[in-house]
Protein backbone atom coordinates (compact mmCIF):
# COMPACT_ATOMS: atom_id res chain seq x y z
CA UNK A 1 0.00 0.00 0.00
CA UNK A 2 1.28 2.90 -1.00
CA UNK A 3 2.49 5.63 1.94
CA UNK A 4 0.17 9.08 2.11
CA UNK A 5 1.82 11.46 0.56
CA UNK A 6 2.76 14.40 3.02
CA UNK A 7 0.20 17.25 3.24
CA UNK A 8 1.89 20.47 1.19
CA UNK A 9 -0.67 22.76 1.10
CA UNK A 10 -2.06 24.29 4.55
CA UNK A 11 -5.25 26.27 3.42
CA UNK A 12 -3.92 26.84 -0.22
CA UNK A 13 -0.47 27.84 0.98
CA UNK A 14 2.57 26.27 0.01
CA UNK A 15 4.77 24.38 2.47
CA UNK A 16 7.95 26.72 0.75
CA UNK A 17 5.87 29.61 2.48
CA UNK A 18 4.89 28.26 5.96
CA UNK A 19 7.56 30.67 7.43
CA UNK A 20 5.60 33.60 6.52
CA UNK A 21 2.54 32.18 8.07
CA UNK A 22 3.72 30.54 11.31
CA UNK A 23 1.24 28.44 13.61
CA UNK A 24 0.07 30.37 16.70
CA UNK A 25 2.02 30.16 19.64
CA UNK A 26 5.01 29.03 17.28
CA UNK A 27 8.91 29.74 18.14
CA UNK A 28 8.08 33.05 15.43
CA UNK A 29 4.91 34.28 16.79
CA UNK A 30 5.15 37.83 18.07
CA UNK A 31 4.30 38.52 21.83
CA UNK A 32 2.82 42.14 20.28
CA UNK A 33 2.08 43.55 16.81
CA UNK A 34 4.72 46.84 16.52
CA UNK A 35 2.21 49.73 15.30
CA UNK A 36 2.37 52.93 15.74
CA UNK A 37 -1.36 54.71 17.18
CA UNK A 38 -2.32 58.39 16.03
CA UNK A 39 -3.35 59.99 19.31
CA UNK A 40 -3.29 63.56 18.46
CA UNK A 41 -6.44 65.50 19.80
CA UNK A 42 -7.31 62.00 21.27
CA UNK A 43 -8.44 61.87 25.09
CA UNK A 44 -6.06 60.12 27.01
CA UNK A 45 -6.06 59.00 30.74
CA UNK A 46 -3.06 58.91 33.26
CA UNK A 47 -3.95 57.35 36.54
CA UNK A 48 -1.26 58.39 38.93
CA UNK A 49 0.36 61.28 40.31
CA UNK A 50 4.25 60.30 40.95
CA UNK A 51 7.29 60.57 38.82
CA UNK A 52 6.39 57.89 36.41
CA UNK A 53 2.86 59.01 35.49
CA UNK A 54 4.54 62.35 34.48
CA UNK A 55 6.92 60.86 32.52
CA UNK A 56 4.23 59.01 30.42
CA UNK A 57 2.00 62.12 30.50
CA UNK A 58 4.60 63.93 28.84
CA UNK A 59 5.49 61.45 26.07
CA UNK A 60 1.23 61.61 25.47
CA UNK A 61 1.46 65.34 25.24
CA UNK A 62 4.64 64.77 23.06
CA UNK A 63 2.70 62.72 20.50
CA UNK A 64 -0.42 65.66 20.85
CA UNK A 65 -2.64 63.86 22.83
CA UNK A 66 -5.15 65.49 25.67
CA UNK A 67 -4.08 64.17 28.49
CA UNK A 68 -6.11 64.31 31.69
CA UNK A 69 -4.38 62.48 35.27
CA UNK A 70 -6.47 61.34 37.63
CA UNK A 71 -4.73 61.05 41.69
CA UNK A 72 -5.79 62.07 44.65
CA UNK A 73 -2.40 64.54 44.68
CA UNK A 74 0.37 65.32 42.16
CA UNK A 75 4.21 65.03 42.52
CA UNK A 76 6.16 68.72 41.63
CA UNK A 77 6.51 67.75 37.81
CA UNK A 78 2.81 66.67 37.24
CA UNK A 79 1.70 69.78 39.56
CA UNK A 80 3.18 72.39 37.40
CA UNK A 81 1.71 70.35 33.98
CA UNK A 82 -1.58 70.94 35.50
CA UNK A 83 -1.35 74.31 36.85
CA UNK A 84 0.13 75.51 33.35
CA UNK A 85 -2.90 73.87 31.68
CA UNK A 86 -0.75 70.92 30.18
CA UNK A 87 -2.41 68.64 31.78
CA UNK A 88 -5.99 67.91 33.78
CA UNK A 89 -6.44 67.00 36.69
CA UNK A 90 -9.01 65.38 38.31
CA UNK A 91 -8.36 65.21 42.23
CA UNK A 92 -9.31 61.86 43.76
CA UNK A 93 -9.27 58.18 43.51
CA UNK A 94 -10.02 56.18 40.34
CA UNK A 95 -13.44 55.81 39.07
CA UNK A 96 -15.70 53.71 36.54
CA UNK A 97 -16.67 57.05 35.09
CA UNK A 98 -12.81 58.16 34.30
CA UNK A 99 -13.22 56.15 31.06
CA UNK A 100 -15.90 58.21 29.68
CA UNK A 101 -14.74 59.24 26.10
CA UNK A 102 -11.40 58.16 26.83
CA UNK A 103 -9.15 56.55 23.70
CA UNK A 104 -6.48 55.11 25.76
CA UNK A 105 -4.95 54.82 29.32
CA UNK A 106 -2.05 54.28 31.18
CA UNK A 107 -2.13 53.30 34.57
CA UNK A 108 1.24 54.13 37.00
CA UNK A 109 -0.13 53.97 40.63
CA UNK A 110 1.49 51.86 42.94
CA UNK A 111 -1.77 50.33 44.09
CA UNK A 112 -1.69 46.92 42.86
CA UNK A 113 -6.19 46.80 43.02
CA UNK A 114 -5.93 50.50 41.42
CA UNK A 115 -4.30 48.69 39.00
CA UNK A 116 -6.53 45.83 38.17
CA UNK A 117 -9.02 47.90 38.55
CA UNK A 118 -7.94 50.11 35.41
CA UNK A 119 -6.92 46.95 33.31
CA UNK A 120 -10.55 45.75 34.00
CA UNK A 121 -12.86 48.57 33.02
CA UNK A 122 -10.37 49.65 30.20
CA UNK A 123 -10.71 46.18 29.00
CA UNK A 124 -14.14 45.56 29.10
CA UNK A 125 -14.85 48.99 27.02
CA UNK A 126 -12.06 47.73 24.34
CA UNK A 127 -9.93 50.53 25.20
CA UNK A 128 -6.44 50.21 24.92
CA UNK A 129 -4.81 49.95 28.38
CA UNK A 130 -0.72 49.92 29.69
CA UNK A 131 -0.43 49.03 33.31
CA UNK A 132 3.34 50.14 34.22
CA UNK A 133 5.80 47.33 34.75
CA UNK A 134 3.08 44.91 34.74
CA UNK A 135 2.43 43.31 31.25
CA UNK A 136 -0.13 40.93 32.44
CA UNK A 137 -2.64 43.74 32.49
CA UNK A 138 -1.55 45.42 29.46
CA UNK A 139 -3.14 45.31 25.81
CA UNK A 140 0.13 47.26 24.73
CA UNK A 141 3.60 47.94 26.06
CA UNK A 142 5.28 51.40 25.46
CA UNK A 143 8.80 51.37 23.94
CA UNK A 144 11.90 52.78 24.60
CA UNK A 145 11.76 55.15 22.09
CA UNK A 146 14.09 56.67 19.64
CA UNK A 147 13.06 60.82 18.35
CA UNK A 148 14.15 61.55 14.96
CA UNK A 149 10.69 63.09 14.12
CA UNK A 150 9.26 62.09 11.80
CA UNK A 151 11.60 59.03 11.96
CA UNK A 152 10.37 57.08 14.84
CA UNK A 153 12.24 54.02 16.13
CA UNK A 154 11.00 51.58 18.68
CA UNK A 155 12.50 49.09 21.17
CA UNK A 156 10.51 46.44 23.22
CA UNK A 157 11.08 43.24 25.00
CA UNK A 158 7.46 42.82 25.45
CA UNK A 159 7.50 43.86 29.24
CA UNK A 160 10.21 41.45 30.02
CA UNK A 161 13.32 43.80 30.64
CA UNK A 162 12.66 47.72 29.85
CA UNK A 163 16.06 47.92 31.36
CA UNK A 164 17.45 45.98 27.93
CA UNK A 165 15.25 47.89 25.54
CA UNK A 166 16.43 51.15 26.96
CA UNK A 167 20.44 49.88 26.58
CA UNK A 168 19.36 48.38 22.20
CA UNK A 169 18.16 52.19 22.57
CA UNK A 170 21.12 53.63 23.77
CA UNK A 171 23.15 51.88 21.25
CA UNK A 172 20.81 52.18 18.64
CA UNK A 173 20.68 56.11 19.13
CA UNK A 174 24.65 55.69 18.58
CA UNK A 175 24.19 55.07 14.82
CA UNK A 176 21.47 57.20 14.14
CA UNK A 177 22.40 61.36 14.10
CA UNK A 178 19.88 63.73 15.00
CA UNK A 179 19.85 64.96 11.50
CA UNK A 180 17.83 61.79 10.06
CA UNK A 181 14.53 63.93 11.37
CA UNK A 182 15.23 66.50 9.37
CA UNK A 183 16.40 64.16 6.41
CA UNK A 184 13.10 62.20 6.75
CA UNK A 185 11.32 65.46 6.97
CA UNK A 186 12.84 66.35 3.80
CA UNK A 187 12.07 63.46 2.18
CA UNK A 188 8.38 63.40 2.74
CA UNK A 189 8.26 67.11 1.34
CA UNK A 190 9.78 66.27 -2.00
CA UNK A 191 8.78 62.57 -2.51
CA UNK A 192 5.82 63.92 -4.61
CA UNK A 193 7.98 65.90 -6.87
CA UNK A 194 11.01 63.45 -7.17
CA UNK A 195 8.09 60.98 -8.39
CA UNK A 196 7.02 63.43 -10.92
CA UNK A 197 10.63 64.40 -12.13
CA UNK A 198 11.73 60.76 -12.56
CA UNK A 199 9.31 58.30 -14.18
CA UNK A 200 11.37 55.06 -14.06
CA UNK A 201 11.38 53.47 -10.31
CA UNK A 202 14.96 52.32 -10.65
CA UNK A 203 16.39 56.04 -11.17
CA UNK A 204 13.80 57.26 -8.44
CA UNK A 205 15.51 54.52 -6.24
CA UNK A 206 19.11 55.66 -7.39
CA UNK A 207 17.89 59.47 -6.77
CA UNK A 208 17.00 58.91 -3.00
CA UNK A 209 19.71 56.29 -2.44
CA UNK A 210 22.22 59.03 -3.48
CA UNK A 211 20.42 61.49 -1.25
CA UNK A 212 19.94 59.40 1.89
CA UNK A 213 23.69 57.44 1.90
CA UNK A 214 25.66 59.29 -0.44
CA UNK A 215 28.10 62.34 0.33
CA UNK A 216 25.01 64.82 -0.25
CA UNK A 217 23.31 63.07 2.99
CA UNK A 218 25.66 65.14 4.64
CA UNK A 219 25.57 68.46 3.82
CA UNK A 220 21.64 68.12 4.05
CA UNK A 221 21.61 66.76 7.64
CA UNK A 222 24.45 70.01 8.21
CA UNK A 223 22.30 72.69 6.65
CA UNK A 224 19.40 74.74 8.03
CA UNK A 225 15.91 73.43 6.53
CA UNK A 226 15.51 76.24 3.67
CA UNK A 227 19.09 75.68 2.80
CA UNK A 228 18.79 71.82 2.82
CA UNK A 229 15.45 71.87 0.64
CA UNK A 230 17.92 74.43 -1.88
CA UNK A 231 20.21 71.90 -1.75
CA UNK A 232 18.05 68.58 -2.69
CA UNK A 233 16.31 70.69 -5.63
CA UNK A 234 19.22 71.43 -7.38
CA UNK A 235 20.29 67.81 -7.01
CA UNK A 236 16.64 66.52 -7.82
CA UNK A 237 17.42 69.06 -11.33
CA UNK A 238 20.54 67.46 -12.01
CA UNK A 239 19.23 63.94 -11.65
CA UNK A 240 16.17 64.86 -13.98
CA UNK A 241 18.45 65.62 -16.58
CA UNK A 242 21.00 63.18 -16.24
CA UNK A 243 18.13 60.52 -16.47
CA UNK A 244 16.59 62.14 -19.56
CA UNK A 245 20.60 61.60 -21.04
CA UNK A 246 20.65 57.78 -19.43
CA UNK A 247 23.26 59.02 -17.71
CA UNK A 248 22.28 58.84 -14.01
CA UNK A 249 23.28 55.09 -13.06
CA UNK A 250 26.52 56.19 -13.98
CA UNK A 251 26.90 59.63 -11.80
CA UNK A 252 25.14 58.28 -8.76
CA UNK A 253 27.91 56.02 -8.72
CA UNK A 254 30.51 58.90 -8.02
CA UNK A 255 33.35 58.02 -5.39
CA UNK A 256 33.68 60.65 -2.59
CA UNK A 257 36.66 60.82 -0.10
CA UNK A 258 36.29 61.40 3.74
CA UNK A 259 38.99 62.75 5.75
CA UNK A 260 38.01 61.71 9.22
CA UNK A 261 39.99 62.46 12.51
CA UNK A 262 40.34 58.80 14.33
CA UNK A 263 40.91 61.07 17.48
CA UNK A 264 43.67 60.26 20.06
CA UNK A 265 43.83 56.58 19.80
CA UNK A 266 41.11 55.61 22.38
CA UNK A 267 38.20 54.21 19.93
CA UNK A 268 35.75 55.63 22.72
CA UNK A 269 36.73 58.46 21.66
CA UNK A 270 35.63 58.37 17.66
CA UNK A 271 32.68 60.80 16.77
CA UNK A 272 29.31 59.46 16.15
CA UNK A 273 29.71 60.80 12.84
CA UNK A 274 33.51 59.05 12.17
CA UNK A 275 31.58 55.97 13.12
CA UNK A 276 29.04 56.16 10.75
CA UNK A 277 31.42 56.58 7.49
CA UNK A 278 33.95 54.25 8.47
CA UNK A 279 31.02 51.60 8.54
CA UNK A 280 30.02 52.26 5.47
CA UNK A 281 33.42 52.78 3.73
CA UNK A 282 34.52 50.49 0.41
CA UNK A 283 38.30 51.15 1.46
CA UNK A 284 39.98 52.66 4.86
CA UNK A 285 43.22 54.36 3.91
CA UNK A 286 45.13 55.03 7.37
CA UNK A 287 47.57 56.68 9.16
CA UNK A 288 50.45 55.07 11.73
CA UNK A 289 48.67 56.60 14.98
CA UNK A 290 44.90 54.99 14.11
CA UNK A 291 44.95 51.92 16.48
CA UNK A 292 43.65 48.61 15.04
CA UNK A 293 40.52 49.12 17.60
CA UNK A 294 39.32 51.63 15.56
CA UNK A 295 39.75 49.84 12.27
CA UNK A 296 37.60 47.13 13.76
CA UNK A 297 34.67 49.45 13.06
CA UNK A 298 35.27 49.10 9.13
CA UNK A 299 33.33 46.66 7.51
CA UNK A 300 34.62 43.01 6.96
CA UNK A 301 34.66 43.49 3.79
CA UNK A 302 36.28 47.17 3.05
CA UNK A 303 40.24 47.27 1.93
CA UNK A 304 42.40 48.82 4.42
CA UNK A 305 45.48 50.50 2.93
CA UNK A 306 48.36 51.79 5.51
CA UNK A 307 50.06 54.86 4.18
CA UNK A 308 51.30 55.32 7.83
CA UNK A 309 54.82 57.32 8.37
CA UNK A 310 57.50 57.23 11.00
CA UNK A 311 60.65 58.86 12.00
CA UNK A 312 63.17 58.17 9.24
CA UNK A 313 60.88 55.99 7.57
CA UNK A 314 58.38 57.11 5.16
CA UNK A 315 55.87 54.11 3.64
CA UNK A 316 54.08 56.39 1.17
CA UNK A 317 55.38 60.37 0.35
CA UNK A 318 52.47 62.81 1.03
CA UNK A 319 52.16 63.45 -2.61
CA UNK A 320 52.10 59.69 -3.61
CA UNK A 321 49.28 59.39 -0.62
CA UNK A 322 47.32 62.20 -2.53
CA UNK A 323 47.49 60.56 -5.75
CA UNK A 324 46.01 57.25 -4.34
CA UNK A 325 42.89 59.11 -2.75
CA UNK A 326 42.58 60.50 -6.04
CA UNK A 327 42.55 57.32 -8.06
CA UNK A 328 40.22 55.70 -5.29
CA UNK A 329 37.75 58.25 -5.81
CA UNK A 330 38.07 58.42 -9.39
CA UNK A 331 36.95 54.13 -9.43
CA UNK A 332 33.30 55.80 -7.74
CA UNK A 333 34.63 54.29 -4.14
CA UNK A 334 33.56 55.68 -0.98
CA UNK A 335 36.67 56.12 0.77
CA UNK A 336 37.60 57.32 4.36
CA UNK A 337 41.30 58.92 5.13
CA UNK A 338 41.20 58.11 8.74
CA UNK A 339 43.52 60.32 10.39
CA UNK A 340 45.03 60.39 14.20
CA UNK A 341 43.56 63.31 15.84
CA UNK A 342 41.75 66.16 13.72
CA UNK A 343 42.01 65.67 9.68
CA UNK A 344 42.93 69.76 9.87
CA UNK A 345 45.26 69.69 13.18
CA UNK A 346 48.86 68.56 11.83
CA UNK A 347 47.70 65.83 10.01
CA UNK A 348 48.35 67.19 6.09
CA UNK A 349 44.51 66.94 5.40
CA UNK A 350 44.57 70.84 3.66
CA UNK A 351 46.61 68.87 1.57
CA UNK A 352 44.85 66.38 0.76
CA UNK A 353 41.51 68.28 0.45
CA UNK A 354 42.76 70.53 -1.80
CA UNK A 355 44.55 67.91 -4.13
CA UNK A 356 40.89 65.93 -4.30
CA UNK A 357 38.83 69.33 -4.60
CA UNK A 358 41.26 70.81 -7.68
CA UNK A 359 40.72 66.83 -9.60
CA UNK A 360 36.96 66.80 -8.94
CA UNK A 361 36.41 64.19 -6.63
CA UNK A 362 34.09 64.98 -3.60
CA UNK A 363 35.47 65.23 -0.18
CA UNK A 364 34.06 65.97 3.01
CA UNK A 365 35.60 66.28 6.43
CA UNK A 366 34.67 64.98 9.49
CA UNK A 367 36.33 66.18 12.14
CA UNK A 368 37.78 64.44 15.17
CA UNK A 369 38.95 64.88 18.67
CA UNK A 370 42.72 66.50 18.96
CA UNK A 371 45.36 64.37 20.22
CA UNK A 372 45.81 67.83 22.99
CA UNK A 373 42.51 67.64 24.46
CA UNK A 374 42.28 63.61 24.43
CA UNK A 375 45.10 63.47 26.00
CA UNK A 376 44.89 66.17 28.39
CA UNK A 377 41.87 65.43 29.51
CA UNK A 378 42.87 61.36 30.53
CA UNK A 379 45.91 62.20 32.40
CA UNK A 380 44.12 65.08 34.35
CA UNK A 381 45.79 68.00 32.97
CA UNK A 382 43.52 70.97 31.87
CA UNK A 383 44.67 72.98 28.59
CA UNK A 384 43.62 76.36 30.16
CA UNK A 385 42.43 77.43 34.02
CA UNK A 386 41.96 80.58 35.54
CA UNK A 387 44.54 82.70 37.06
CA UNK A 388 46.78 80.21 35.49
CA UNK A 389 46.64 79.78 31.96
CA UNK A 390 44.54 81.82 29.65
CA UNK A 391 45.59 80.85 26.49
CA UNK A 392 47.03 77.42 24.78
CA UNK A 393 48.87 76.98 21.75
CA UNK A 394 49.53 73.78 19.83
CA UNK A 395 52.89 73.73 17.81
CA UNK A 396 54.63 71.03 15.90
CA UNK A 397 58.04 70.13 16.94
CA UNK A 398 58.68 68.22 13.69
CA UNK A 399 62.94 68.86 13.38
CA UNK A 400 63.60 70.41 10.03
CA UNK A 401 66.87 69.67 8.87
CA UNK A 402 67.85 68.78 12.24
CA UNK A 403 66.54 72.06 13.95
CA UNK A 404 63.43 73.53 15.46
CA UNK A 405 62.35 76.81 13.24
CA UNK A 406 59.40 77.98 15.89
CA UNK A 407 58.56 81.30 17.04
CA UNK A 408 60.23 81.62 20.68
CA UNK A 409 58.38 84.68 21.91
CA UNK A 410 55.25 83.81 21.22
CA UNK A 411 55.91 80.52 22.99
CA UNK A 412 57.85 81.59 25.95
CA UNK A 413 55.05 83.30 27.94
CA UNK A 414 54.35 81.97 31.53
CA UNK A 415 50.40 82.53 31.59
CA UNK A 416 49.47 79.89 28.44
CA UNK A 417 49.70 76.70 27.96
CA UNK A 418 51.85 74.71 24.90
CA UNK A 419 51.35 71.53 23.86
CA UNK A 420 53.45 70.23 21.46
CA UNK A 421 53.15 67.27 18.88
CA UNK A 422 55.98 64.98 17.30
CA UNK A 423 58.34 66.84 19.84
CA UNK A 424 60.26 63.99 21.68
CA UNK A 425 63.27 63.59 19.41
CA UNK A 426 63.78 67.66 19.59
CA UNK A 427 62.79 67.93 23.08
CA UNK A 428 66.20 69.04 24.54
CA UNK A 429 66.40 71.94 21.95
CA UNK A 430 62.84 72.75 22.75
CA UNK A 431 63.01 73.32 26.53
CA UNK A 432 66.68 74.58 26.53
CA UNK A 433 65.39 77.21 23.90
CA UNK A 434 62.21 78.21 25.94
CA UNK A 435 64.60 78.73 29.04
CA UNK A 436 66.94 80.97 27.38
CA UNK A 437 63.42 82.79 25.83
CA UNK A 438 62.65 83.59 29.23
CA UNK A 439 60.82 80.64 30.87
CA UNK A 440 61.48 79.74 34.33
CA UNK A 441 63.01 75.75 34.66
CA UNK A 442 61.18 74.87 36.95
CA UNK A 443 57.96 75.63 34.68
CA UNK A 444 55.72 72.47 35.34
CA UNK A 445 56.06 69.91 31.79
CA UNK A 446 54.74 66.69 31.21
CA UNK A 447 55.50 63.80 28.22
CA UNK A 448 52.30 61.98 27.19
CA UNK A 449 53.11 58.46 25.71
CA UNK A 450 50.57 56.72 23.58
CA UNK A 451 48.16 58.77 25.58
CA UNK A 452 44.29 57.61 26.12
CA UNK A 453 44.71 54.62 25.70
CA UNK A 454 45.29 51.68 28.15
CA UNK A 455 49.30 51.46 27.39
CA UNK A 456 49.44 55.25 28.08
CA UNK A 457 52.52 56.73 30.24
CA UNK A 458 53.18 59.78 31.77
CA UNK A 459 56.39 61.52 32.35
CA UNK A 460 55.95 64.49 34.45
CA UNK A 461 58.95 66.80 35.68
CA UNK A 462 60.16 70.12 34.71
CA UNK A 463 61.76 72.10 31.80
CA UNK A 464 64.64 71.76 33.48
CA UNK A 465 65.08 67.64 33.68
CA UNK A 466 62.03 66.99 31.03
CA UNK A 467 64.64 66.12 28.44
CA UNK A 468 67.01 63.53 30.52
CA UNK A 469 63.88 61.95 32.84
CA UNK A 470 61.84 61.10 29.19
CA UNK A 471 65.04 59.61 27.92
CA UNK A 472 65.46 57.47 31.44
CA UNK A 473 62.10 56.23 30.63
CA UNK A 474 62.48 55.07 27.30
CA UNK A 475 59.45 56.90 26.12
CA UNK A 476 58.80 56.20 22.11
CA UNK A 477 56.74 58.06 19.82
CA UNK A 478 53.78 59.33 19.84
CA UNK A 479 54.52 61.48 22.70
CA UNK A 480 52.77 64.38 22.93
CA UNK A 481 54.48 67.13 25.50
CA UNK A 482 52.82 69.61 27.71
CA UNK A 483 54.32 72.42 29.02
CA UNK A 484 53.02 75.36 31.57
CA UNK A 485 51.48 75.61 35.45
CA UNK A 486 48.41 74.02 34.34
CA UNK A 487 50.86 70.58 34.58
CA UNK A 488 50.65 70.96 38.07
CA UNK A 489 47.19 70.85 38.96
CA UNK A 490 47.35 67.17 37.22
CA UNK A 491 47.70 65.14 40.91
CA UNK A 492 44.82 67.42 42.24
CA UNK A 493 43.01 66.85 39.47
CA UNK A 494 43.65 62.72 39.02
CA UNK A 495 44.27 61.44 42.11
CA UNK A 496 45.96 58.45 40.45
CA UNK A 497 48.65 60.46 39.02
CA UNK A 498 51.04 59.57 41.76
CA UNK A 499 50.44 55.97 41.93
Not at 245 to 255: D, I, K, T, V, W
Not at 461 to 475: C, F, S, V
Request: charged letters at 20%.
Amino acid sequence: MKSPEKNTAVSGVDASAREMFPAPGGTQSMPYLPIFLNIRAQSCLVVGGGEIAARKASLLLKAGAVVTVVSPQLTGILEHMAETGRVQWRQGEFSESDLDNINLVIAATNSSPVNISVHKEATVRGIPVNVVDNPELCTFVMPAIIDRNPLLVAVSTGGASPTFSRLIRTRLEQMIPSGFGRMAALAGRFRQRVKDSLAEPADRRRFWEHVLDGPISERLMELPAEQAAGELERALAQAQSQAQNGELAQSSSRGCVYLVGAGPGNPDMLTLGALRIIGKADVVVYDRLVSLEVLEYARRDAELIFVGKEKGHHNRPQEEINDLLVELGRQGKQVVRLKGGDPLVFGRGGEEALKLISNGIQCRIIPGMTAAVGCAATTGIPLTHRGISHSCMLVTGHLKDGVLDLNWEAMAHPRQTLVIYMGLTGLDELCSKLISHGLSGSTPAACIEQGTTPAQRVIEGTLENLPQITLQAGLKPPVLTVIGEVVGLRSKINPRAQE
